[in-house]
C-alpha cells in the first residue's frame, strides 16, 4: 500500500486553509475547512491511482436541509439535482457510442453544443434551465471539464455542490486544487442568487 504523502497533505492544507479530520470513516484522507460562506471538504479513498480526489462544498446548514424536506410544502418546488458527467466518445464515435448504447443521450439542456460534451441528468427541466440560463453557469461547468478534468459533477440546490476528478492524491497539483474549488464557489453563488435571492 502506498500512504499518503504527508508534505501534500500539509501544502494543500495550508492552501485551503483546511485541517484534516479525525473521522475519515473508509476514506485514507479528509481535509475539512470553509471557502467564503460554504464549507469545503477534500476526501481521499485512496492516495494512488486509480482512484481520483472528490471535492465538496456544502451550504451552511446542509445536514438539516434533507430533514427539512419531509414535511415540507407540497406546492413547493422540489430542489434542483442535476448531474453532469463529461461524453467519452466524442465526434462521430458518440454516434456508435449512442447506437451500441456504451453511453447514454442524457436529458436535453436545450443548448446543442453542451450536449455534444455533457452527459446531463436533472429531476426538474424548469429549475434546470432556470440556473443554466444564469451568468457564467454553462461557462463555469466548460472550464471545470477542459482544465480541471472531472468525471462527474453533481447539483443540488438544498445542499451543495460535489465533484469527483479523476486525478490521484499524491500527485494531485495545489493550484488545481484551489482552481477547482474557486470554480465550484462559482457555481455555488450562482445557485443562490438563483433560488434564494
Not at 2 to 29: E, H, R, W, Y
Not at 73 to 82: F, G, I, S, T, Y
Not at 127 to 133: I, K, R, V
Amino acid at each position: 500500500m502506498i500512504p499518503v504523502n504527508k508534505s501534500k497533505v500539509q501544502v494543500i492544507s495550508d492552501a485551503l486553509k483546511a485541517k484534516p479530520d479525525k473521522d475519515t470513516g473508509l476514506n485514507d484522507l479528509v481535509l475539512r475547512g470553509k471557502r467564503g460562506d460554504y464549507d469545503i471538504a477534500l476526501t481521499v479513498f485512496k492516495p494512488f491511482f486509480p482512484f481520483g480526489t472528490g471535492y465538496l462544498l456544502s451550504f451552511p446548514g446542509a445536514e438539516n436541509a434533507e430533514n427539512s424536506n419531509d414535511v415540507s410544502d407540497p406546492e413547493a418546488l422540489p430542489p434542483l439535482k442535476l448531474t453532469i458527467l463529461p461524453r467519452f466518445a466524442k465526434g462521430p464515435m458518440s454516434i456508435l457510442g449512442r447506437l451500441f448504447l456504451f453511453e447514454s443521450k442524457g436529458q436535453s439542456v436545450e443548448d446543442g453544443k453542451f450536449e455534444r460534451r455533457f452527459i446531463t441528468s436533472y429531476n426538474e427541466k424548469e429549475l434546470m434551465l432556470a440556473y443554466f440560463n444564469a451568468p457564467m453557469v454553462k461557462k463555469t461547468i466548460w472550464d471545470l471539464s477542459m482544465k480541471e478534468e472531472f468525471n462527474e459533477l453533481v447539483i443540488n440546490s438544498d445542499t451543495g455542490i460535489y465533484l469527483y476528478q479523476p486525478q490521484s492524491f499524491n500527485y494531485l497539483a495545489v493550484e488545481k486544487c484551489e482552481r477547482t474549488f474557486e470554480a465550484m464557489e462559482k457555481l455555488a453563488n450562482s445557485l443562490t442568487e438563483v433560488f434564494y435571492e
